[in-house]
């Protein structure tokens, strides 16, 4: 892995008033980009002056062509979400009959809406511009709020998501060329290594299943490990979701899961994160993806995890502190969070913790259109509540002990040559 640091270069921050406009029109999250990135823009956080440590570079995003969407989403579904006529729900019904709106995931969770055409390739583009800002040696740190869209399907909408642009990053990262290590020929390049970690409350099922690979042998240049909830009936439904199960012909050590029971507060992460350092250490990745869905804070509408944004050890902004303390270059991305002035607080501290200048958790929102949806605190904080943690000693000693045997089989794989 690279280790060296680039003081001079630039966090990244991915943003264009196209991208806000078009990701507001979102059914699932109606004006929630605009509400993050007004709040990021009036905390000052963009500014020249905000941080003596790091310089936030705004970058627009570039849409992403049809043939980059193609990488990975199949050309029916991208022939019909990428048609302006199939934008809206009316247009669409009469398009097309019922059966291949539900055969494209158009229904239900993921309706067609008005902008849809332009959605998907400025969202898709957004997380692949990105990813080439890390790659083009631009930034060691980059930010797309918008992105982290984690169950979007090859061929069809799924789960409030309608591009798969974390696996179309990921993949992008994947064909990237590294320099060389030290014992290695100057003419020769090297593959990159990419640790994905979801921290969304709900299991980052599409992104896993594209990178999963059952009875492999030798190493992957990708490994994913979401942190989630998980029982039954709790969507999604996949196989992938449960604890690592190392005996069994299907684990795949590069594709690895911890479900946490409902109340999960920061007391359960702090618990977990050295299974998360200790993965990071023994893959040794040149860069890490992570998906900052906030749906598993406290006051989230799906009221299941009780998750603080606050600085305490084990909180979500504790989390991405120790992350941005590792080696490599990272990549962070938004998610769920359906509470979307917790969402703007939470990814707007998470910027200013990014930026190497955190914002006092106490600072008063500042006026503005949309400042009464921040009652009644009208402060950045998001709090824990008093849900009962669920997860019990025995159950964490279970999942440090999965993960001990887990640990033991990537070794393995990663030392094939």
Known sequence: MQTSVHKEAPVAYIVSKELVQVSSLLPSNRLRSMMVHSLVNLMGLLSPGYSNNAKVQVISPSRASSEALAVYHSRDYLDFVLDP???HPSSATQAVNGARLEDLGLEDDCPPFQGLHHYVPLVGGASLTAARTLTAGLAEIAICWDGGRHHAQKSRASGFCYVADCILLLLALKRSSLPPLMSSSPETTRKSRTMYLDLDLHFSDAVSQAFYTQNAFGTSQILTLSIHHSSPGFFPISSLSGLPQPSSPAFDPFTLAIPLHRGASDTTYARIWPIVENLFSIFDPDFIVVQCGVDALSGDPCKTFNWSLGDGVGSLSWYIGKIKSLPGKKLFLGGGGYNSPNAARAW??????????PLPLDSQIPDH??????????TLDVPAGNMQDENTEAYLTSVENCFQEAVVALEQRLNVR
Do not use: G
Not at 348 to 357: A, F
Not at 369 to 378: E, G, L, Q, W
């Open 85 to 87: 006529d199939n934008s």
């Open 348 to 357: 707007t501290y998470l910027t200013s913790v990014l930026v190497d200048n």
């Open 369 to 378: 259109t949309m400042f009464p949806s921040y009652a009644p605190s009208f």
